[in-house]
T-cell receptor
């Protein structure tokens, strides 16, 4: 089955700097890669996703890149703000199977 | 659009009692709903997948007789934790896959914090 590795587990950045979170997956059949933001005591919120026919997708300060050959994808947050502080999860999906999540990255943006 | 609600948001119960958690898709029909459990500072662990009108599929290690799942309609799934014990205390999160659209989209509920005394 699919296995998703996520790094780093914790990340601290100064406000205004960029943050990058990386994930690798094992199943070459995976074709959908969402990123979720989870604030304390809340459910995960989808912030951006990418499908395997696209190499990069951007939405304002958030971007995701996908390298199918290397089987890895990354989340990029530019101009970080304190409200970006949260736990971020990557996930991978193929066919009719449930999403497989990474272990999460706790991002702290220091003002 | 694509809102999923959970009720209750928090519940505290005594050991040995049963607790029911509801998951509703508010503005779409969901053929499939998923139930996850999340312990502090850990990732989401899939417990079971439920399809409307059929029995749930449980992940390995999840007791189906303890975690009863009912998906009676296209907008409602319930998880009942039977004879709850302190080790069942956790954050329970559901997600719903829309009836229309791709097989990959999932929208998550806000979660239910269960504390068993």
């Amino acid at each position: 089955g699919e296995n998703v590795e996520q790094h780093p587990s914790t990340l601290s950045v100064q406000e205004g700097d960029s943050a990058v979170i990386k994930c690798t997956y094992s199943d070459s059949a995976s074709n959908y890669f969402p990123w979720y933001k989870q604030e304390l005591g809340k459910g995960p919120q989808l912030i951006i996703d990418i499908r395997s026919n696209v190499g990069e997708k951007k939405d304002q300060r958030i971007a995701v890149t996908l390298n199918k050959t290397a089987k890895h994808f990354s989340l990029h947050i530019t101009e970080t703000q304190p409200e970006d502080s949260a736990v971020y999860f990557c996930a991978a999906h193929s066919g009719n199977t449930p999403l497989v999540f990474g272990k999460g990255t706790r991002l702290s943006v220091i003002a | 659009g694509a809102v999923v609600s959970q009720h209750p948001s928090r519940v505290i119960c005594k050991s040995g009692t049963s607790v029911k958690i509801e998951c509703r898709s508010l503005d779409f029909q969901a053929t499939t709903m998923f139930w996850y459990r999340q312990f502090p500072k850990q990732s989401l662990m899939l417990m079971a997948t439920s399809n409307e009108g059929s029995k749930a599929t449980y992940e390995q290690g999840v007791e189906k007789d303890k975690f009863l799942i009912n998906h009676a309609s296209l907008t409602l799934s319930t998880l009942t934790v039977t004879s709850a014990h302190p080790e069942d205390s956790s954050f329970y999160i559901c997600s719903a896959r829309p009836r229309t659209g791709g097989l990959d989209t999932q929208y998550f509920g806000p979660g239910t914090r269960l504390t068993v005394l």
